[in-house]
């Protein structure tokens, strides 16, 4: 199974302009982080960029674990993330293991996320030119649209996505569901999508 | 405090977050936060940290937890305003 999730670091900055000083930045980061990802955090050349760097990476990895548990919760600090180097690492949720794989830029982060480690997803992260919020969704599952047509060598208005009550979408052909796992984001200027 | 009155509240404290104009138009007890009103889940952080704010408790992670609707939020504040 797999997950994906993307940050635009200028919507991130947007998006809560309270936090980025003070005490408040403090509140916000023990919420989300353990003491261990804090260090991490302080101990970095870029501390509002690891942030988005683990926090894309617990998003990505909850969207597996919701999948397969069926229960949406709100706990960003059970989701424990290590990082082996640079752009790989891990994050835990109990016992579960999740392997992730980040693309750092100036612009955005992207994480993709498996349940296994030798899953290796088809991914993409791109950039939207002026799309409401509304919209974007709409964006990026014509991406996938595309991409999965040509894997199922099959056209595109035989395909649908559809989500289930927890959101997350699922792949028909035909009108039958498919087995492929697939994960949508979007954030700010920037969508992505993972499929597996 | 009423629900009534702490829907009104909580609605103040939301709106900067919300994506969805209908749904916070018709925000009540049932209203999901992700689902309904867009709001993104970090942003559902600065939710958390402003209740805090607002009504002077704390919040355990424990709480946040379950923190994904108007309902459960409601309870929440009146579980933490009772023993305060």
Redesign the interface.
């Given at each position: 199974m797999i997950g994906n999730d993307v940050v635009d670091l200028k919507q991130?900055s947007i998006?809560?302009p309270?936090?980025f000083k003070g005490i408040?930045w403090k509140?916000?980061l023990h919420?989300?982080f353990t003491e261990a990802e804090r260090q991490f955090i302080y101990n970095s050349k870029n501390e509002f960029n690891t942030v988005w760097l683990l926090?894309s990476m617990k998003?990505a990895a909850y969207k597996i674990h919701v999948r397969r548990y069926e229960k949406?919760?709100?706990?960003?600090?059970?989701l424990k993330c290590q990082i082996y180097y640079k752009k790989r690492g891990k994050v835990t949720i109990d016992e579960h293991q999740y392997y992730t794989a980040s693309q750092i830029s100036e612009d955005y982060i992207y994480t993709t996320a498996t349940s296994e480690k030798n899953i290796k997803p088809i991914s993409r992260c791109l950039r939207l030119e002026n799309s409401p919020?509304e919209s974007q969704y709409k964006v990026a599952r014509n991406e996938v649209l595309k991409r999965y047509s040509e894997l199922k060598d099959a056209p595109i208005t035989a395909l649908e996505i559809k989500k289930d009550k927890t959101?997350i979408p699922s792949l028909f052909l035909n009108g039958e569901k498919q087995d492929d796992s697939l994960s949508i984001t979007h954030?700010g200027a920037y969508c992505g999508f993972a499929l597996n | 405090m009423s629900k009534d009155e702490l829907i009104v509240k909580l609605k103040q404290i939301v709106a900067p977050y919300i994506q969805d104009e209908e749904a916070f138009k018709n925000l009540s007890e049932d209203t999901d936060f992700i689902n309904d009103l867009k709001i993104n889940s970090a942003n559902l952080v600065d939710v958390v940290l402003d209740v805090e704010d607002e009504f002077d408790i704390r919040i355990e992670n424990d709480d946040m937890e379950k923190m994904l609707s108007v309902k459960a939020v409601i309870e929440i504040i009146n579980e933490k305003l009772a023993v305060k």
């Open positions: 991130a998006d809560s309270k936090n408040r509140r916000f919420k989300i926090w998003e949406r919760t709100f706990n960003p600090k059970k919020f959101g954030h | -």
